[in-house]
């Protein structure tokens, strides 16, 4: 590896800058990617590995971005019993109400009704609405497209493929979720079961939603959204195999000392003496940091502006609770949006969406163990929660949690008050990305993958957050393709 000269040096392992290499390297590129440790957030206690760790796992259906990512790789995993539809997707507690939302709109209709009564016929009319702005959506964004359009080229593009929209499609653009909803006759459970969906099946929630965003979240997760055996690990491991099958390289450091910009860019690490040498680089996660360490000059214009904005109001805070896996009750989901509050039942709560790890998953918990991250979104007046504000948001979702399994007292390992918060601090001193712009035409876009940097390029959860983890695909796919390009020149 030292003294070669890469095509494309990416810069993190998340999912998306591993896809894009693996693309890259199996169009005859060579590329190197670098793991940086110091920029994991995790903490180790008891056997556990206390990490975010994705429960819905989208985009694996027929003509979404993996399986065209996998037939590209020539992997054909839809055969694999790995990754099966989720039969329920998941699950929906409010407090009168338990259900499990199955994918087959049919099924969830029968559903609707013994638990909705007369709500289901106008919860399954919003669906069937967002399900239709959200296939000319998709159809649009796997156009030859750039998404956000950063450049006057890739606007021209976007704008004359957008041409063909209907005006109703240009209007439900400005269209705001809520006033969508006005729409249709729920009463407050109905709306909390439609709300508390769309508040935990995305990473990014802006305060006011365009209805485009909304498309794609509330169509996407009831139809598609698939349990992989494994977990993200299992799709992180076919990324570096096939990387590794097509003579890419992964080299892990504990951090990165510099970065020379040059005719031929070198990078330095603080583990070998020789830098490495590279034509372009793929940053997979945290770009400001990027650019702030190594070449803040070049942040303008847009990108800058982007980068410089506030995080929105609303933030995650995930409380960790190990537990013995006997306690997990027959029927539970993996994953829950539990809109209980059992002190005051004739209110509905703030929701907790709680994640199951993978049963029999070693790099989360010990053989017969689980861990459960219990995420609450948190509004602070100050803008960061103090250690007394995040014991009291602990404590409110452990009340929730106990709710659901009436026994976790008798069965949990511990609860990670303190290095849940050390976690959040963490997390709070990487760069979050902004709410989404309500004023953006799609309501999903924020960072382009081209950056105002000629030899640098991005792909992760900034550029389509609305997406999930589907963002992240179509991200790095976006990405592999506009270096082909510049490579192939």
Same mark, same amino acid.
């Not at 957030?41 to 989208?58: A, C, I, R, S």
């Not at 995650?316 to 896996?325: G, N, P, Q, R, S």
């Not at 969406?353 to 689980?370: D, I, Q, T």
């Given at each position: 590896?030292?003294? @070669? ?20 390297? *199996? ?72 259900? !499990? ?12 009704? =013994? ?15 967002? !399900? ?38 240009? !209007? ?42 909304? =498309? ?6 009831? @139809?598609?959204?698939?349990? +992989? ?19 890419? @390289? ?13 005719? +031929?860019?070198?990078? *330095? ?35 800058? *502006? ?38 005051? =039942? ?41 250690? =007394? ?41 990487? *760069? ?52 082909? @390009?510049?490579?192939?020149?």
């Amino acid at each position: 590896m030292i003294g @070669k000269l890469f095509d494309v040096a990416i810069i993190g392992t998340e999912l998306a800058g591993l896809a894009a290499g693996a693309l890259l390297v *199996k169009r005859g590129f060579t590329v190197l990617v670098i793991d940086v440790e110091s920029q994991k957030h995790q903490v180790k206690k008891n056997g556990y590995t206390l990490t975010e760790f994705p429960g819905l796992f989208f985009g694996f259906g027929q003509g979404q971005i993996f399986s065209e990512v996998f037939t590209e790789l020539g992997i054909p995993f839809l055969e694999k019993k790995r990754f099966l539809l989720g039969e329920p997707a998941y699950q929906v507690v409010l407090p009168d109400v338990r259900l !499990d939302v199955n994918p087959n709109r049919e099924a969830l209709f029968k559903i609707l009704q =013994a638990e909705f009564g007369n709500d289901a016929t106008s919860i399954m009319s919003l669906l069937g609405e967002v !399900d239709r702005y959200s296939s000319v959506m998709r159809s649009l964004l796997t156009q030859n497209v750039v998404y956000p359009a950063y450049s006057m080229r890739e606007r021209y593009r976007l704008n004359r493929a957008c041409g063909s929209l209907g005006s109703d499609f240009k !209007d439900g653009s400005r269209m705001f979720f809520n006033d969508f909803l006005q729409r249709f006759p729920l009463t407050p459970p109905g709306r909390a079961f439609l709300e508390s969906q769309f508040k935990f099946l995305c990473p990014v929630y802006p305060d006011d939603p365009t209805l485009f965003y909304a =498309a794609f979240v509330l169509s996407s997760t009831n @139809k598609g959204i698939y349990k +992989v055996e494994g977990g993200l690990k299992v799709l992180e491991d076919i990324f570096k195999e096939r990387i590794i099958s097509y003579r890419g @390289k992964l080299h892990r450091t504990s951090t990165i000392e510099d970065i020379d910009f040059g005719r +031929v860019n070198e990078i *330095k690490f603080s583990d070998v003496k020789e830098p490495v040498r590279c034509k372009k680089f793929l940053v997979s996660t945290d770009i400001e940091n990027f650019f702030s360490r190594f070449h803040p000059k070049t942040i303008k214009g847009g990108y800058g *502006k982007q980068l410089a904005e506030a995080p929105g109001k609303l933030h995650e805070y995930t409380l960790f609770i190990a537990i013995d896996a006997n306690v997990v009750p027959v029927g539970m989901d993996e994953n829950v949006i539990l809109h209980v509050d059992p002190e005051s =039942a004739d209110e509905l709560g703030e929701p907790v969406f709680l994640r199951l790890s993978p049963p029999e998953s070693p790099e989360y918990a010990p053989v017969g163990k689980r861990l459960i991250a219990a995420t609450a979104l948190v509004n602070p007046e100050s803008g960061e929660l103090t250690a =007394a504000q995040a014991r009291d948001i602990a404590n409110r979702m452990m009340r929730q949690l106990r709710y659901l399994i009436p026994f976790l007292d008798d069965f949990t390992e511990f609860i990670a008050y303190d290095e849940s918060f050390a976690l959040y601090q963490s997390a709070r001193r990487s *760069k979050i990305v902004p709410a989404i712009d309500p004023e953006d035409r799609f309501g999903v876009g924020n960072l382009p993958n081209r950056t105002p940097h000629d030899e640098v390029f991005y792909a992760g959860k900034g550029s389509l957050p609305g997406l999930g983890m589907e963002g992240e695909g179509i991200s790095a796919y976006i990405a592999a393709n506009l270096l082909t @390009k510049q490579l192939s020149k």
